[in-house]
């Protein structure tokens, strides 16, 4: 007898389990890279230490090290386009440069732009304060998508999508009182708000781009950076 078809709930949870496997493949994979690398690191400051103490004086002026004050413009230019279902698509550039520098986004949240080095937490990461713009577009860089609230949103509706993230990878939550409606989504140049935690539209948008094709590093770790 043919087995029944998956209902839609049930493929949405095959694939968070397929996705939970993967990320803890990655993260052993990138555990041991981080030893081999560190390795190789260790014997190039050996190497470079010698190589300086052996080149003498250089008449080249030493580069000018970032304070990592001040802001700098990292957001691309163009503008929100849209969908008929209500998302909004980014269109123009972004910009995906590394920086230490506070960047000005042209949007509130952001959905792309230069960013932190270091990425955000966002495997079903709650954070109940605030976290670094920056560190979370480089979230959203690895595929993640962003759910945000202000002081507007109910504390029901916080409560239950707090309960979603956790249970969702590739997914982190945190306030953002200056964004322009109390509860929104979202992922690299796409955004979309939502009326309520029982918004059908939550689910489409976490089905669609968590991970999704929008996604500049597919498969990158949403682990490992930082946790507040």
């Known amino acids: 007898m043919d087995a029944a078809p998956r209902t839609g709930t ?9 996705m939970r496997r993967a990320q803890r493949v990655r993260e052993r994979r990138n555990r041991w890279l981080a030893m081999a690398a560190g390795t190789v690191v260790v014997a190039a400051l050996v190497t470079g230490g010698v190589v300086l103490l052996n080149s003498g004086s250089s008449d080249a002026a030493p580069a000018a090290a970032s304070d990592g004050k001040g802001g700098e ?3 691309g230019e163009g503008r929100f386009v849209t969908r008929a279902d209500g998302v909004r698509t980014w269109k123009g550039t972004l910009d995906r440069n590394h920086t230490t520098a506070p960047v000005t986004y042209p949007m509130e949240p952001p ?7 270091v990425w955000q937490n966002c ?12 560190a979370a577009v480089h979230a959203l860089e690895h595929g993640a998508v962003w759910v945000t609230y202000n ?34 989504l979202s992922a690299w140049a796409h955004q979309r708000s939502v009326t309520g935690a029982n918004d059908p539209h939550v689910d489409k948008f976490l089905s669609e781009f968590v991970q999704g094709p929008q996604t500049p590093e597919p498969g990158a770790t949403c682990t490992g950076g930082l946790d507040r």
């Open 123 to 134: 495997n079903g990461h709650v954070y109940s304060e605030p976290v670094k713009n920056e």
């Open 111 to 117: 959905v792309g732009g230069d960013h932190n080095p």
């Open 10 to 18: 049930e493929q949405h949870k095959a694939r968070m389990e397929e």
């Open 151 to 184: 002081s507007k949103a109910s504390k029901a509706d916080v409560a239950a999508l707090a309960a979603k993230v956790r249970k969702t990878p590739y997914t982190l939550m945190s306030p953002v009182e200056d964004q322009k409606d109390p509860l929104m």
């Open 73 to 75: 413009k990292g957001g």
